[in-house]
C-alpha cells in the first residue's frame, strides 16, 4: 500500500470507530453517555486510527475494500438521532468491507463459493429481521382465518388456499416453542426469505452482479409489501416465492441454442417442473394465472429452438394436473369440517374459480377510471423510492438490449399484474399484496440496472484501480436502498408486541359465560375467541359466529333466543331496545327477554342521579392500573322513573388537587346499545365500562368518577360522583418515539425526543409530546416549558419521583399557531439547568433546546369546515347524484384535510338516512377506496375521496340526508365534531339533497 491509501485506510476506520461512539451515545446515553461524548470518541477513534495506520504496513489492505467503512459517516454528518439507522450503517459498512475483501480475493475463492457466501448471508439477515419483528400470537380477518384452519385442517374463504394451509399445518407442529399461532406465522417468514432467495437467483440467471443481486434481494425482503406480510399467517409470500420460482425455471430453460437431443430433453425437464409449480402454485393463489402470458413467451421462444414431441407435451400436461391436484384438498376435508356435509360440484367451481371476489373486478378500470393509475405508481414509489424506480428503468432497458425475449417475459408478468392492481377494487393491505409480484419483478430490473450503472465505469475509467473503486462506491450507494428500507419499515411493520387481542379474548372467555351460549361477534372479535377455543380448548361450549350483515345477526339473535339460548353480542346491532334487555358481561352484552337483578358481590353505591336513575353499585376488576392500560369496571344502574333523556355515561380521573386529568368518552350504556331512555324500571342494566388511561398520566392515587350527560353538553343528571381510588402505576412498557433526540440538562434529566408536526394550518392548535428520562437518584419536581416564538409557553411539572429511572415518559404540551403562514420556530426549556442539546455540542448551550420548527401553511380552517376532533376536516361535501332509485348507485365526493401526522386508521363513514331516520345505505371504508389509510395521510395535504353507495331495492321514497363521520373500528368511538371554541358538539355532519323515488 502506498502511504497515501494506508492515511486514507486509517481514515476511513477513524471515521467509523466514531461513528459506533455517536451510536453507543445515542442508544445508551444514562449508561454510556459520559464514556462516549464527543471528545473521548473522538480520542478512541484517532488511537483506532493509529493503530490501523500502523497495522496496514504489516498487513496491508486495498484502500477500496475499507470504501464501505464510510457508509456510517452518514449517521455522522446527519445531525438528526436515529440509533437504528447508525447501526444499520454500522453493520452494513463491516459487512461490506468484508464481502469486497473477499471479491477482491477472487483467487482464493470460487464463484460456487461467493455465490455461497451471498445467499447465506441474505437468508440470514431476512431470517434475523423476520424472527424479530413476527406476530407472536392470533391475528385478525384473513390471518385468523389461515391460522385456525391450519390448525384443524379447515377451509378459507376466497378459493380455500389448500396449499397454504398444508404447509401452515406442517409449520405448526414444529417443536420450537410459543403459541401454535406463532408457529404458523413462521410459515410465512419462511416463506418470505425464499422469495427473497428468488428474487436473488432470477437476477443472477439474467446476468446481474452478486452485489446488486443481493441488494435488490435484500431490498424485496425490506419493502413494506413485502415484510408486512412476513410476520403473520398470510398466503402472500409463498405467492411471492412461487411465482420467483416460475419465472427463474422459464428464465433458465432459455436457450440460444438446442444442440442435442439430450440438451432438449434436459431442457424440457425444467420445463415439466414448471408446469408442476405452476398447477400447484394456482392451489396457493389463484392470480398465478396472471403469469400465463409471460410462460406462454417463454415456452413459445423455446419452442423456436425445437419442438417437443407429443409424449413431452403430454408430460407436462399431467405434470400441471398433479400440481393443480391440491385442490382434491377441498371436497375431501370440506365433509369433516362442515358437519358431514358433501361438497358439491358447485361449490367446489365456486372456490376454484375464486367467484368470491369477481365481483371487485372491474375490467374496464384502466380506461374509466384513470385514477386507478395514479394509485398503482403511488404503490410502486412506496417499496422502494425514486432511486429504486430509476434502477428499474436503466435495468429493464439494459436487459432489452441484451436479451429481448427475458425483457418481454418480465414485461408481460410486471404488466399483467399492474393490471390487476388497476382492475381489483379491494382496500389496504389486500389491495398492496395483489402487487406483491410486480415488486418482485421490479426488484430483478433493479439489481440489472445498479449491474448496468457499474459495468458504465468500464467504459469511462481507465485504471483498474478506478474502476474497483467505482466499483464499491456504486454498490456502496444502492445499499442505502435496503439499509433505508430497514430503519424506515423496521418500527411499523413490527409486531412482536401485538398481545392485546389475544389477551381480550382471554379476558373475554373468562368471565362467567352461561354453559351453552352464542356469542355473536364482529369480524374483529370472533379472532381472538374462536382461536382460543380451537388452538387451546377453551369454552369449546360456546358457539361463536360472524355473520354477512345486520339482518342476519338480528335473525340469528331472534331464533336463539326464541329457542331458550343465551345470546351475548359482540358488536353493535340497532334497536335491540324495543325487544330486549340489555346487560353487559365484560365487553359482550347480553340481549334477553327478563330483567335483572343487582347479583351479589357488587360494591354497593345507592346514589341517585337527578332523581331518574340510581347508581346501585359497581365492581372494580382493579384498583391499580398502568398508565398504559386501562381501568375496566361494570356499573350497575336502575331506572327510577322513565329518564327524560338518553344521557351517556362519562368517567374521570381526578387528582389530588381536584383538578381533572383525564376524562373518557361518553358513552351509550350496555355496549353502546341501551339508551337511557329505553331503561324499564324493574330492570338493573349491567354496564361495562373501560376507561383507557393515558401513558403521560402522571403515576400516583386518582379519584374516580362517574357522571351521566347529554350527548355533547355539559348538561347533566346530577353532579359527578367519586366511585373509589384508582392508583395509577406507570406504563409496563416504553413508549415508541416520533422522533428521537438526546439533549443533556445540568440536572441529569434527559430529553430522548420529541413529536412536533411538521406542518399545521394557521390559527389551529399543534400538539406537541416530548419524551424524557431521568437517572436514578433525581426526584425533585421539574417544570419544562415549549416556547413558540413571541408566543405563550406551554408549562408542565414532571413529578419525576412517580417515574421509574431509566424508563421513557412523557409529557404533552400544546400551543397555539399563529394566524399567518409561516415557520413558528419552538424550543424546551428545563426550569434552573443548562443544557448540552446534543452529540455534536461540545459545550452548555444555555437551559434552551431547540425543536423543529412548525411549518404554518395551507389555508386557515374555513368558517364552514367540519372539524373531526383537530385530526381531520371536512372541507367539501358533495352530492352527485342528488336523484337517485332503489337499486341505483349515489355518488358522493369529499375533499379532506389532515390536520396532523395520525397513529390511528380512522374508517370514513357515508351513510343515506331516509325519511324515517333510518340508515339505508352505507358505505364504510378507509379513505380513497381503502388504499389509503389515515395513517399514511400526510399533514396538511387535501385527500380528494369518492364514494358510491347503493341505495337499497326496499329504501322508502323521499327526501335523504347524507351522514359523514369517522369512527375507529377497535372500539366503534366516532370522532367528535368541534366548534370553534374547540367543544364537541355532534359526532357526524349532516347534508341534504337526495330524493329517492320509485
Keep these: 500500500m502506498t502511504l497515501r491509501e494506508r492515511l486514507a485506510s486509517a481514515a476511513a476506520v477513524g471515521l467509523c470507530a466514531l461513528a459506533v461512539g455517536r451510536a453507543l451515545f445515542e442508544t445508551f446515553p444514562l449508561q454510556r453517555g459520559a464514556a462516549v461524548g464527543p471528545a473521548p470518541a473522538a480520542i478512541a477513534a484517532f488511537i483506532i486510527a493509529a493503530a490501523a495506520f500502523s497495522a496496514s504496513a504489516r498487513w496491508p489492505l486495498r484502500f477500496a475494500a475499507l470504501i464501505p467503512l464510510l457508509l456510517p459517516v452518514i449517521g455522522l454528518i446527519d445531525q438528526s438521532v436515529n440509533p437504528l439507522r447508525d447501526w444499520t450503517l454500522i453493520t452494513a459498512g463491516l459487512g461490506g468491507t468484508t464481502l469486497v475483501h473477499l471479491f477482491s480475493r477472487g483467487d482464493r475463492f470460487t464463484a460456487r463459493a461467493l455465490s455461497s457466501v451471498y445467499a447465506t448471508g441474505l437468508t440470514a439477515v431476512v431470517a434475523v429481521l423476520y424472527l424479530r419483528t413476527l406476530a407472536p400470537t392470533v391475528g385478525a380477518a384473513d390471518t385468523f382465518e389461515f391460522q385456525v384452519n391450519a390448525l384443524r385442517l379447515g377451509i378459507s374463504h376466497g378459493s380455500g388456499y389448500p ?75 409463498l405467492h411471492v416465492a412461487l411465482v420467483g420460482v416460475i419465472l427463474l425455471l422459464a428464465f433458465r430453460s432459455q436457450r440460444s441454442e438446442v444442440r442435442s437431443q439430450k440438451v432438449w430433453h434436459l431442457t424440457f425437464g425444467i420445463w415439466h417442473l414448471l408446469f408442476f409449480l405452476f398447477g400447484l402454485s394456482l392451489g396457493n393463489h389463484l392470480t398465478t394465472v396472471l403469469l400465463a402470458p409471460a410462460v406462454a413467451i417463454a415456452f413459445a421462444a423455446q419452442w423456436r429452438s425445437a419442438r417437443p414431441t407429443v409424449r413431452q407435451l403430454l408430460i407436462a400436461a399431467l405434470c400441471f394436473a398433479l400440481g393443480l391436484s391440491v385442490y382434491l384438498y377441498l371436497p375431501l376435508r370440506w365433509p369433516a369440517v362442515n358437519h358431514g356435509e358433501p361438497m358439491t360440484w358447485e361449490l367446489f367451481r365456486h372456490f376454484i374459480t375464486g367467484q368470491e371476489a369477481q365481483g371487485a373486478l372491474r375490467l374496464n378500470a384502466w380506461h374509466a377510471d384513470f385514477g386507478r393509475y395514479g394509485i398503482v405508481a403511488r404503490k410502486a414509489l412506496d417499496q422502494f423510492g425514486w432511486a429504486g424506480a430509476a434502477a428499474a428503468l436503466i435495468g429493464l432497458g439494459a436487459l432489452a438490449r441484451r436479451k429481448p425475449v427475458a425483457a418481454l417475459i418480465t414485461l408481460a408478468a410486471y404488466g399483467a399484474f399492474a393490471f390487476f392492481g388497476l382492475s381489483f377494487y379491494v382496500p389496504d393491505p389486500d389491495y398492496s399484496s395483489f402487487l406483491l409480484p410486480a415488486h418482485f419483478v421490479q426488484v430483478v430490473w433493479m439489481a440489472l440496472g445498479i449491474t448496468a450503472i457499474v459495468n458504465a465505469r468500464f467504459t469511462i475509467l481507465k485504471s483498474q484501480t478506478a474502476r474497483l473503486y467505482a466499483l464499491c462506491i456504486v454498490n456502496c450507494a444502492f445499499v442505502l436502498i435496503p439499509a433505508g428500507l430497514l430503519w424506515s419499515n423496521l418500527p411499523r411493520v413490527d409486531a412482536s408486541g401485538n398481545w392485546g387481542e389475544y389477551r381480550l379474548g382471554q379476558y373475554i372467555l373468562s368471565r362467567p359465560l352461561n354453559p351453552g351460549a352464542a356469542i355473536l361477534a364482529d369480524s374483529e372479535l370472533i379472532a381472538p375467541l374462536y382461536y382460543l377455543q380451537v388452538a387451546e380448548g377453551i369454552r369449546p361450549d360456546l358457539e361463536v359466529m360472524v355473520l354477512p350483515d345486520e339482518d342476519s345477526y338480528r335473525a340469528e339473535l331472534d331464533a336463539r333466543v326464541a329457542a331458550g339460548q343465551t345470546v351475548y353480542l359482540g358488536r353493535y346491532l340497532p334497536h335491540l331496545s324495543d325487544a330486549y334487555y340489555l346487560h353487559s358481561l365484560g365487553p359482550l352484552t347480553e340481549a334477553g327477554p327478563t330483567a335483572h337483578t343487582l347479583p351479589d358481590g357488587v360494591t354497593p353505591v345507592d346514589q341517585d342521579f337527578g332523581g331518574a336513575i340510581r347508581l346501585r353499585g359497581y365492581t372494580l376488576d382493579s384498583a391499580t392500573v398502568a398508565a398504559d392500560d386501562a381501568a375496566q369496571l361494570t356499573l350497575f344502574w336502575q331506572a327510577l322513573k322513565p329518564p327524560p333523556g338518553n344521557y351517556r355515561v362519562t368517567l374521570r380521573l381526578i387528582d389530588a388537587d381536584g383538578v381533572a386529568r383525564l376524562t373518557g368518552p361518553a358513552n351509550v350504556p350496555a355496549g353502546k346499545m341501551y339508551p337511557t331512555a329505553a331503561w324499564p324500571v324493574d330492570d338493573v342494566v349491567s354496564d361495562f365500562q373501560s376507561l383507557q388511561l393515558d401513558r403521560a398520566l402522571t403515576p400516583g392515587r386518582y379519584s374516580l368518577q362517574v357522571g351521566l350527560f347529554l350527548p355533547f353538553s355539559a348538561e347533566g343528571l346530577g353532579a359527578w360522583l367519586t366511585l373509589t381510588t384508582l392508583t395509577v402505576l406507570p406504563p409496563t412498557t416504553d413508549p415508541p418515539i416520533a422522533h428521537a433526540m438526546r439533549a443533556r440538562f445540568s440536572n441529569g434529566l434527559w430529553l430522548m425526543g420529541y413529536d412536533v408536526p411538521a406542518s399545521a394550518a394557521p390559527n389551529s392548535q399543534a400538539a406537541i409530546t416530548l419524551f424524557w428520562q431521568r437517572p436514578p437518584g433525581m426526584v425533585d419536581p421539574v417544570e419544562v416549558r415549549v416556547c413558540p416564538a413571541d408566543g405563550v409557553c406551554s408549562p408542565v411539572v414532571l413529578v419525576l419521583a412517580a417515574q421509574p429511572a431509566g424508563r421513557i415518559f412523557e409529557s404533552r404540551h400544546t400551543v397555539t399557531l399563529p394566524a399567518v403562514a409561516g415557520r413558528l420556530p419552538l424550543a424546551v426549556n428545563v426550569a434552573s439547568a443548562t443544557a448540552v442539546c446534543g452529540w455534536a455540542e461540545g459545550a452548555a448551550s444555555g437551559g434552551v433546546c431547540e425543536l423543529p420548527a412548525i411549518a404554518v401553511e395551507g389555508s386557515a380552517i374555513a368558517a364552514e369546515a367540519i372539524n373531526f376532533d383537530n385530526q381531520i376536516i371536512l372541507e367539501s361535501l358533495k352530492i352527485e347524484t342528488p336523484a337517485a332509485a332503489p337499486g341505483q348507485m349515489v355518488v358522493v365526493t369529499a375533499r379532506w384535510r389532515g390536520l396532523r401526522a395520525m397513529d390511528a386508521d380512522y374508517t370514513v363513514f357515508v351513510h343515506l338516512l331516509g325519511p324515517d331516520g333510518r340508515v339505508h345505505g352505507q358505505v364504510d371504508a378507509w379513505p380513497v377506496q381503502g388504499t389509503l389509510p389515515t395513517s399514511g395521510w400526510p399533514p396538511n395535504e387535501t385527500i380528494d375521496d369518492r364514494f358510491e353507495v347503493r341505495v337499497p331495492d326496499d329504501a322508502p321514497p323521499g327526501e335523504y340526508s347524507v351522514e359523514v363521520g369517522w369512527y375507529l373500528l377497535a372500539t366503534l368511538d366516532r370522532l367528535p365534531v368541534l366548534d370553534a371554541s374547540g367543544a364537541a358538539i355532534d359526532d357526524r355532519f349532516l347534508m341534504s339533497g337526495l330524493a329517492v323515488g320509485r
Design 163 to 237: 396449499l397454504y394451509l398444508i404447509f401452515a399445518k406442517l409449520f405448526s407442529l414444529l417443536p420450537v416453542g410459543g403459541t401454535a399461532a406463532f408457529r404458523i406465522n413462521l410459515s410465512a417468514a419462511a416463506f418470505g426469505v425464499a422469495a427473497a432467495l428468488a428474487a436473488y437467483a432470477v437476477a443472477r440467471t439474467l446476468q446481474a452482479s452478486r452485489p446488486a443481486a443481493w441488494i435488490a434481494a435484500l431490498s424485496l425482503a425490506l419493502s413494506i409489501g413485502l415484510w408486512s406480510r412476513a410476520v403473520e399467517a398470510e398466503v402472500y409470500t
